[in-house]
């Protein structure tokens, strides 16, 4: 089984062993993440100790599951056994839980995690807070892509007169920052009011050890949610606030299009039990959780419609047209930016389909179709269109629906009748 030590300081000559199964955190360029924030989270505030925690185990679990390369792709992917060590504030409160939170993780990645918790002193770290001057309403995760976006216009619109929200986005991939500083900038120029904070980081594990070795890489990175979760959930604790998750419902109870969608390729991020289980393991430790999906009975297609009743056909056009929902980034072998969408991954096929059934006019422009014989190869390879084209004719079964793992207060007739939307949204694209 893979183990791992998260790491607050490290000595001048670190031993090959401990390098090898070690991340550390640190506030110099020996650090096993990229630079700006440190294992105390200063400069996003006083951010309080337990939410300190829930960055440092997620950090941990992202760096690991970015370590520790799978087995086989699609449906053939194995179930990984990793175990991790991360230094707490409450190593006791912490170990209570443990278990609990282990599942939990376990259900967003699909491995089966072993947590234990030990105490370390952090490095000092200058506390710089952030320029507001009264609470927030709540904090809004904003990645980049439609709902996100769709989520950050609602949350500005619903503020009264001299309030004000944050919008907190993380980035791997650096092509992301423009698109999101794009999409910030015109939420606020769409809906007008106070001037609103965005707060935008870069924080993920970089590609060589303490030692100068690589680490080994693996692409997938279903666990990069727990910790977007948890830099948001960070900046809320400041203040006590909600944090928003936007995403439309259809796809956060995450109907499978069919067996071979059941593996690494299939997303949890805002699953319903996800959400519920996470935000009761972390309450139980005392953390601040309070984690909202303000858009978690509507579809896609559903938001989109929203947005041109709130800023008109031409306005919901060019603001949805720019945002980013493509989950691929092989185009660059092919000499083509990674910003533009390829157009046959179930993200950018749920995006077209929503623009399609809301009657916005999509100016996205998309790879696909290609006249280069190699990228069209490449499209094809990866396309999920025939997929979906099957899941339309199938349908969703009570079946399908009871082996979701949705919550016991979430009825499954709501869930069914949520997958029906979304299907017949499908449908206008490939009637």
């Excluded at 995760?141 to 769709?150: E, F, N, P, V």
């Excluded at 699953?271 to 601040?288: E, I, W």
């Excluded at 199938?394 to 399908?400: F, Y």
């Amino acid at each position: 089984m893979p183990h791992f030590t998260l790491r607050l300081a490290a000595a001048k000559d670190v031993p090959a062993a401990e390098a090898a199964s070690s991340f550390y955190w640190l506030t110099d360029q020996r650090s096993s993440f990229t630079p700006g924030i440190g294992p105390s989270l200063r400069t996003l505030g006083a951010v309080p100790a337990l939410n300190i925690d829930v960055a440092r185990i997620a950090l941990t679990a992202f760096a690991a599951d970015r370590s520790v390369p799978r087995e086989g792709r699609g449906s053939n992917w194995n179930q990984r056994q990793l175990d991790l060590a991360i230094p707490v504030s409450d190593p006791a409160g912490w170990s209570a839980v443990a278990d609990d939170l282990a599942r939990v993780v376990g259900f967003l990645s699909g491995d089966s995690w072993t947590l234990s918790f030990t105490q370390e002193q952090a490095p000092a770290e200058v506390v710089r807070l952030p320029g507001i001057t009264a609470p927030p309403k709540r904090v809004v995760l904003l990645s980049g892509g439609a709902d996100s976006a769709i989520g950050g216009l609602y949350s500005r619109s619903l503020l009264a007169a001299g309030q004000h929200h944050v919008l907190l986005s993380h980035f791997g991939n650096t092509m992301l920052a423009p698109i999101q500083r794009h999409v910030a900038a015109e939420i606020e120029r769409l809906v007008p009011g106070t001037v609103q904070q965005h707060v935008a980081m870069h924080l993920g594990r970089r590609s060589r050890r303490i030692d100068g070795t690589s680490y080994p890489s693996e692409p997938t990175s279903r666990s990069r949610s727990l910790l977007f979760l948890a830099l948001g959930l960070a900046v809320a604790s400041i203040h006590e606030v909600p944090l928003w998750i936007p995403e439309n419902g259809f796809a956060s109870i995450n109907p499978p299009l069919g067996p071979e969608r059941l593996g690494s390729l299939s997303t949890r991020t805002t699953h319903p039990r996800f959400l519920q289980d996470l935000s009761a393991v972390l309450t139980k430790v005392g953390a601040h959780a309070v984690i909202e999906n303000p858009f978690s009975q509507a579809t896609k297609g559903e938001m989109y419609r929203w947005v041109t009743d709130l800023v008109g056909p031409d306005e919901a056009s060019a603001f949805l047209s720019t945002t980013h929902s493509c989950g691929l980034t092989g185009q660059r072998a092919y000499g083509i930016s990674a910003e533009r969408p390829c157009g046959i991954c179930f993200g950018c096929v749920l995006r077209r389909a929503s623009f399609s059934a809301s009657h916005v006019t999509d100016a996205t422009s998309y790879i696909a179709p290609s006249s280069d014989p190699a990228v069209q190869n490449w499209l094809d390879s990866k396309s999920v269109e025939q997929q979906v084209r099957n899941f339309i004719r199938r349908g969703v079964r009570g079946s399908d629906l009871a082996a979701l793992g949705l919550p016991d207060s979430y009825p499954l007739r709501e869930a069914m009748d949520l997958c029906r939307r979304g299907i017949s949204e499908l449908r206008s694209l490939y009637p």
